[in-house]
């Protein structure tokens, strides 16, 4: 697994001007698709994105504080209006990709031999597990909806000390392989990455069971003129391609 695209790093490339190499703020969950739509771009531009990996809500408080990020991906729809609506930070913006969510099962986990979606749950139900990790909802988008499909499934307030909380839904994704975990509610698109995806098995949440999970695309005030041809990028129909393969819905109307 390349740790480096899960944890909230910056890949800092060499001392040019922003506008020449801007830095971007993306959702923890984009990190694989993002790195391969970043390396798409250089090799068909010569051009270098910098780029930080995180939670959404943590990012637009960056940004509030005035963060020199040139581009912002975020996970939840509510970060990019506050941001629209109550800042004059953004130039252009539009909903991006819709994510889905799915329960996550590691080969070690004593839910390993449970064959479906409705077992996982009822096993929750029964307390068959030792410990469950979601991204916090309290500034995560995936963890948002995590918790919004425990509670659908009437199991969010049972064994409330066996629940681990991680910093983002990568950080989700990184304990749900490092042992210890019986089930973790993480996106789908990190469940398909072969690094994750060979550790155990995942199903997939029915979307009826969470809000949708709208990504925003936002081009900041700040953006020089990479930034910008990066942004037009991502919308065009050459990243489409890379988003399906890791699980993202391309809206009809983007």
Same mark, same amino acid.
């Given at each position: ?6 944890a ?5 490339? =060499? ?36 780029v ?31 941001l629209?609506? !109550?800042? !004059? ?19 070690? =986990? ?7 979606? !409705?077992?996982?749950?009822?096993a ?6 030792q ?58 698109s ?35 003129k ?12 050459? =990243? ?12 009809? !109307?983007?």
């Amino acid at each position: 697994m390349r740790a480096g695209y899960l944890a909230g790093m910056v890949l800092f490339c =060499s001392p040019i001007s922003a506008s020449e190499s801007p830095v971007v703020a993306i959702a923890a969950n984009m990190s694989y698709a993002m790195s391969e739509l970043i390396e798409e771009f250089h090799l068909a531009t010569g051009k270098t994105i910098r780029v930080s990996y995180g939670s959404s809500g943590n990012f637009t408080r960056q940004l509030l504080q005035g963060a020199p990020y040139e581009l912002f991906l975020s996970a939840d729809k509510k970060y990019a209006r506050q941001l629209e609506q !109550d800042t !004059d930070l953004v130039k252009a913006g539009t909903v991006f990709v819709l994510g889905r969510i799915a329960f996550f099962i590691p080969n070690a =986990s004593g839910l390993s031999k449970n064959t479906g979606l !409705d077992a996982i749950i009822n096993a929750l139900k029964f307390g068959e597990y030792q410990r469950l990790v979601i991204a916090n909802p309290e500034h995560a988008p995936y963890g948002i909806a995590a918790q919004q499909a425990l509670q659908q499934a009437g199991v969010w307030t049972l064994q409330r000390q066996a629940l681990l909380l991680a910093e983002n839904a990568a950080q989700a994704a990184q304990f749900s392989i490092a042992g210890g975990i019986d089930v973790s509610i993480i996106p789908y698109s990190l469940a398909v990455v072969p690094a994750i995806a060979g550790q155990g098995r995942f199903f997939l949440a029915p979307t009826s069971w969470h809000r949708p999970i709208e990504q925003h695309l936002l081009l900041l005030q700040s953006a020089g003129k990479t930034a910008e041809e990066f942004y037009q990028y991502l919308l065009s129909g050459k =990243s489409t391609m890379i988003l399906e393969r890791y699980g993202y819905v391309i809206p009809a !109307d983007r």
